[in-house]
Structures are given as C-alpha cells and as structure tokens.
C-alpha cells in the first residue's frame, strides 16, 4: 500500500482531487478529461488496491471518507505541482522563467544592464535576474567557476583569454562630480591641471578610472595628486563630497544617475575642457558554455543597447 502511494498517477491524482473539490463524479470526470465510467473504474480500481473506501455516495453528492480526505489534501498538492512544472518548464524554454545571473562593472552596469533587465522583466516577470556589481577581477573569477552567466568587464592581465568568449562594448567617459558650491565651479570647463592641488576621492591603485585620472594628469606634465582618499563606496563617496571641496571622478552613468532628483540635491558636474577614457569595457561569457534562453535573450538586449549609445571619442 505504501508503495501504492508513493508511485500515485498523475490521473489518479487528479481524479481524486477533483471528486473532492466538486463532490460529484460527472464534474470531476469532465473536468479531467474522461468519461463518467473510465472515471468510476479509475476510482473503484484505487480502492480496491489500498483496500478502504474513499468517498461515500449521498444524496448531495459523493462525500470523502477519512481516508479520503487524507489523500484529496495531497493530491491536490500534486496537481498544482504538476501544473506548476509545466509553467515553469514552458517558461524556461521560451525564456519568460528561470534564473539569470550576471555581473559587471559599476558603469556598464547602470548604463546598459539596467535597462536591458528593465526590458526583458517587462517582458518575463517571472523570470529571477541575480546581478553583481564589482571590479572585472572578482568578476572573470565569478564567470570562471561558472558563477555567472555573462559579465560587462575588462580582462585583467593574468587571466588566460581562452577561457573566454568575446566581444567588444564600448569605453566609458569619466567626468567629476563635486558639491553644489565647489570653488572650481561657474569657471566653464576646467583643464585637468588646475585641480591638481585640490583633494581627490580616487578608486584603488589600477583601477581603471584612476588610471584614467592619473594619467590626464601626466599628459599635463604633473604626477598623481598627493592630497587623496581611496575607497570604491559610493555612499562614502557622497558624505565625503558633501563636505569638502573634494573632487570625485566616476562613469558618466554613474554622475547622471547621482544627478537625477532626489539624488542629485546638493551635486554637480564639473566640465572639463578634454575628455577623459577608460578603455573599453567587453561582454565575456565562459568559452563553451550554454545558457539558458532567458540569459540569451538579455544577452541579446545588453548588445541592442551597447549598440544604441554612440561610442565615446578621446580628444
């Protein structure tokens, strides 16, 4: 009897579920699929095999015994199980379910992964979207032990480029943000030199963005500048700035998200009178791998959005 049970058909258990939830055999039969007597044989061959009875016939209907109520309860689980399984299969081959998981850097990420999550959740709600922000080493590691599905990074210097499948993106534009009532502001666009002797809030030493600044200033025959604070936490970033006449560079996606209300109370863009490029950022996905066609269809989106935005030129 128990292994009766445990190997219950999906008929069986429709059929009970439904004798339980209508109360009368016709309804329940036609609700799934079947005859009236297939439906009754169906019934009688279950009882028969787990020896008890499981619904009593009265004149209001067919009412379940203890026994049956029992197996009704699970049975139903079953069915919507079941039903649940087949949404969830169909929605994972169409791409309108299932998880996709991917990374990139901080502008990239708001400036084209942002919108193309937007798009496809319009699209496939249910579909479960894991992202992470952080630098393209974390990243490439992540896409190596088969964490993620596709990242928008750069390839540090020591990874084997076999391991991966690549295609270009674009650069990103640099800019400055400061407080509402910097010094520097109300001047027009500034050249990079004249801010050499303010503070700065600079990334890590390698980061691209650093590089990027720290390299403006050698074009202008100065090094480094001296009076900085290193971190990468947007939020130490903004109470520092709000308090000082630091300078902050970052991705104009990111400037333009810090500049949009209710954010952008109390900041400003400082121009600057040449431009400043990181070198282009990639798409990367792990060489050989397949994925799921939710993630090739915000794969797909990622590259139509990459594509829209004209890329940037360094002066």
């Not at 604070?229 to 400037?255: C, F, G, H, W, Y």
Request: glycine share 6%.
């Amino acid at each position: 009897m128990t292994d009766l049970l445990r190997n219950l058909r999906p008929a069986q258990a429709r059929l009970i579920a439904a004798i339980e939830r209508h109360g009368q055999l016709q309804v329940a039969a036609s609700e799934c699929g079947m005859t009236q007597p297939a439906a009754s044989r169906l019934l009688a061959e279950l009882e028969r095999q787990l020896e008890t009875r499981l619904f009593i016939r009265t004149p209001k209907g067919m009412e379940p015994t203890p026994s049956g109520t029992l197996l009704a309860r699970h049975a139903a689980r079953m069915v919507f199980d079941l039903g649940q399984l087949s949404e969830e299969f169909a929605e994972l081959q169409t791409g309108k379910g299932g998880l996709v998981r991917v990374g990139a850097v901080t502008g990239p990420a708001l400036g084209q992964l942002v919108p193309a999550i937007q798009r496809l959740k319009q699209q496939a709600p249910m579909v479960n979207i894991s992202v992470e922000v952080a630098p393209s080493l974390v990243l490439t590691q992540a896409l190596e032990r088969g964490d993620l599905d596709f990242v928008l990074a750069r390839l540090p210097p020591h990874v084997d480029q076999r391991d991966f499948e690549i295609e270009p993106a674009r650069n990103e534009i640099v800019q400055l943000l400061v407080r509402d009532e910097h010094p520097m502001l109300g001047q027009g666009p500034v050249s990079i030199g004249s801010l050499h002797r303010l503070p700065w809030i600079l990334q890590d030493r390698g980061a691209p963005i650093r590089q990027a600044i720290e390299a403006a200033f050698h074009d202008e025959g100065l090094v480094a500048p001296n009076d900085v604070i290193t971190t990468s936490s947007l939020l130490v970033i903004i109470a520092l700035l709000k308090e000082s006449d630091a300078i902050a560079p970052m991705s104009m996606e990111v400037i333009e998200l810090m500049l949009e209300p209710p954010v952008s109370a109390g900041f400003r863009r400082l121009e600057l009178k040449r431009q400043v490029v990181v070198d282009p950022y990639l798409i990367i996905r792990g060489r050989g791998r397949r994925l799921s066609r939710a993630a090739e269809i915000l794969l797909s989106f990622t590259r139509e959005r990459i594509a829209s935005v004209v890329a940037p030129r360094s002066s």
